[in-house]
Nanobody, 120 residues
Framework: QVRLVESGGGLVQPGGSLRLSCAAS????????MAWYRQAPGKQRELVAN???????NYADSVKGRFTISRDNAKNTVYLQMNSLKPEDTAVYYC??????????????WGQGTQVTVSS
């Protein structure tokens, strides 16, 4: 069994910063990729940023230059540093990871989500 646990959401004023964390635990053989998605009310879930083992980070156009995704492989943790936050960044942010639990089996796992609200 694998769990992803997010933390770091909250209420912040426009222009402010937040740092989200997501720690993976359980029966992990290897982690192929880790990503952050978000879903605003009435909208579809969208990819914010992802990072694949051995690869470069990828970002949605709407967050380029403001958000930074990073990964601590030793802790099986991914971070999302969010700067210059805008009201349109308000959403529930979800962590996702493609994880191998054995050399022959892999699947996508999701966290429970953490609310980010940008408002004055």
């Amino acid at each position: 069994q694998v769990r992803l646990v997010e933390s770091g959401g909250g209420l912040v004023q426009p222009g402010g910063s937040l740092r989200l964390s997501c720690a993976a635990s359980g029966s992990i053989f290897t982690i192929y990729s880790m990503a952050w998605y978000r879903q605003a009310p009435g909208k579809q879930r969208e990819l914010v940023a992802n990072i694949i083992s051995g690869g470069s980070p990828n970002y949605a156009d709407s967050v380029k230059g403001r958000f930074t995704i990073s990964r601590d492989n030793a802790k099986n943790t991914v971070y999302l540093q969010m700067n210059s936050l805008k009201p349109e960044d308000t959403a529930v942010y979800y962590c996702s990871s493609h994880i191998r639990t054995t050399p022959w089996a892999s699947t996508d796992y999701w966290g429970q989500g953490t609310q980010v609200t940008v408002s004055s």
